[in-house]
């Protein structure tokens, strides 16, 4: 099937073909392409950018162990700081639109190799503040630094693996941003409370992120192929050839087929050496000139996907788990120092542990385990594949999120010990981990060929909300108090959750409605 065919529609396909997972998109035959590449070079890569993925999330969120230290030695206000976290949400998620051309155009390394400088940077900065508009203006840079952890390394595993394999491995990038969101602000802790002080807190962060800028220069293949040159413009093949790639042994264990096309390219072309792997710069086949004027039209043009619902669903999904980890982290700093529990740094960092439980279960519930349901609904539905399924998974975080927000809230508010607000902030940690994978999977699942733009616009979406709500929560919080602000975002989280009852009802129709204008931006991108 054809885009051009009236049949065909984004997010619906066949998954299943005489029961057998049809591979989508289509492998070619060419050596480069790295749906053909080994399961070593596979998981390498994603293990590389999973590991900056975790990296950028710990240096994004551990200012706030230094806030202490710079308080007392600089005598730097806490609004400053909170002002520095707004800056920081408006360089992620600005950074991620101003970042996303550069991928299509010069390929995805050169924009992890200028993040994690980025960071680099930032965390220099950091670690030499002096003064209040130091600790504001290093949080821009750290913010950018983790701009490609918010769109890139999706697009970079949609290059790797499968459509039946999306959830578990978006599952797996929101572990590793959980793992950095809630152990780096743990890690920096330990590291202000001892005798390095809080300034090491940034050196670390330099040490780690310049380690990491050589592995990634030296073994981060680039993975930017061009699909179209070999298949022909086709995307749903109706026969299942007989000529296998090299498939992960999952794949292999399940009977999966391999769904080809009849390639326009080169059958014999020969593999890329070492140093065309790794070139810093991997020019598009469209590429005219530098690419300056290409990069400015494809920015403008990537602003259209906020015309898309699945976008702003998704945006204000993710987004919503990144307000109530303001809050929840705000009330740790603020509650838990002073009696009757009078944590320090480290006491409060180790609140964080309940939270990443939390989180890894949710990724399994939300990635793997989603995975194995989509399949299993393709099954009773004749083998087609709908986005939709994908999102009966949210219907339980309706009360899990909403309870444990309860939990954590009223039991700060009533000076409760353990366990009730440690098993709150597990149930938040769950939905951090599972609400956001499965909102990110659907949009993927519901337009696949936009991948990169698409999480663009859940990035600006998500940040933007998360910056103002930076401003408002300790506002907040002072006016109601812990108890009523936790019990009125409880009912906000059960609210934003059952929005997925009009995207289950109406979704289909929104992606009917929209397949032109998807079709035509997808046009219009490939030709810029």
């Not at 984004?10 to 029961?19: A, I, M, V, W």
Request: glycine content about 10%; overall charge negative.
């Amino acid at each position: 099937m054809t885009y051009d065919e009236p049949e065909y529609l984004p997010g619906t396909s066949r998954l299943l073909n005489h029961g057998e997972i049809i591979l989508t998109p289509p492998p070619t035959k060419s050596v480069n392409d790295p749906l053909n590449w080994s399961k070593y070079r596979k998981y390498w890569h994603a293990l590389l950018v999973c590991f900056l993925t975790g990296l950028t999330a710990a240096t994004s969120n551990d200012a706030g162990s230094a806030q202490f230290g710079e308080n007392v030695e600089l005598g730097i206000s806490y609004d400053a700081m909170n002002t520095g976290a707004g800056v920081l949400f408006l360089g992620i998620g600005y950074g991620t639109l101003f970042l996303s051309p550069a991928a299509w155009l010069w390929g995805r390394r050169c924009t992890y190799l200028f993040c994690i400088t980025m960071g680099l940077l930032g965390s220099i900065w950091m670690a030499k503040t002096q003064t209040t508009a130091d600790s504001i203006w290093n949080q821009l840079f750290v913010g950018i630094s983790e701009s490609c952890a918010e769109a890139n390394v999706q697009l970079s595993l949609s290059d790797l693996f499968f459509e039946h394999q999306r959830g578990t491995f978006i599952g797996v990038y929101v572990l590793a941003t959980s793992i950095g969101t809630y152990l780096g602000p743990l890690i920096a802790g330990y590291v202000a409370d001892s005798s390095l002080g809080w300034r090491w807190i940034g050196w670390l962060a330099v040490i780690i992120s310049g380690a990491t800028i050589a592995v990634i220069y030296f073994t981060l293949e680039e993975t930017m192929f061009d699909r179209p040159a070999y298949q022909g413009g086709e995307i749903y093949p109706p026969v299942v050839a007989t000529a296998e790639p090299e498939l992960g042994l999952q794949e292999k264990r399940e009977g999966v087929s391999n769904v080809v096309t009849t390639p326009t390219a080169v059958a014999d072309e020969k593999p890329k050496t070492y140093w065309q792997r790794i070139a810093l710069i991997t020019p598009a086949p469209n590429l005219i000139g530098l690419g300056f004027k290409q990069y400015f039209v494809r920015l403008m043009h990537t602003l259209r996907v906020f015309s898309f619902p699945a976008v702003i669903y998704s945006g204000l999904q993710w987004g919503a788990q990144d307000a109530w980890l303001t809050f929840y982290l705000t009330v740790e700093d603020d509650n838990w120092s002073e009696p009757p529990w009078n944590y320090g740094d480290v006491g409060v960092g180790l609140m964080n542990v309940p939270c990443l439980i939390g989180a890894v279960l949710g990724c399994l519930y939300g990635g793997y385990l989603s995975d194995v349901f989509m399949i299993w609904m393709a099954k009773r539905n004749g083998g087609i594949r709908e986005a939709e399924h994908r999102l009966w998974f949210l219907f339980p975080l309706a009360i899990i999120s909403p309870l444990g927000m309860l939990l954590f809230g009223i039991g700060t508010g009533q000076a409760w010990s353990w366990p009730g607000p440690y098993i709150g902030l597990g149930l938040i940690g769950f939905g951090w981990g599972c609400t956001g994978d499965l909102s990110m999977a659907y949009l993927m699942d519901a337009y696949p060929e936009m991948v990169l733009e698409g999480m663009v616009g859940v990035s600006v979406i998500n940040n933007s909300i998360a910056c103002v709500l930076t401003f408002t929560a300790s506002m907040w919080l002072d006016e109601q108090g812990v108890q009523n602000t936790f019990i009125v975002i409880a009912v906000l989280d059960f609210v934003f959750v059952l929005t997925t009852v009009p995207m289950m009802i109406w979704g289909k129709k929104c992606r009917q409605w929209t397949k032109a204008r998807y079709l035509e931006f997808v046009r219009i991108r490939d030709s810029l």
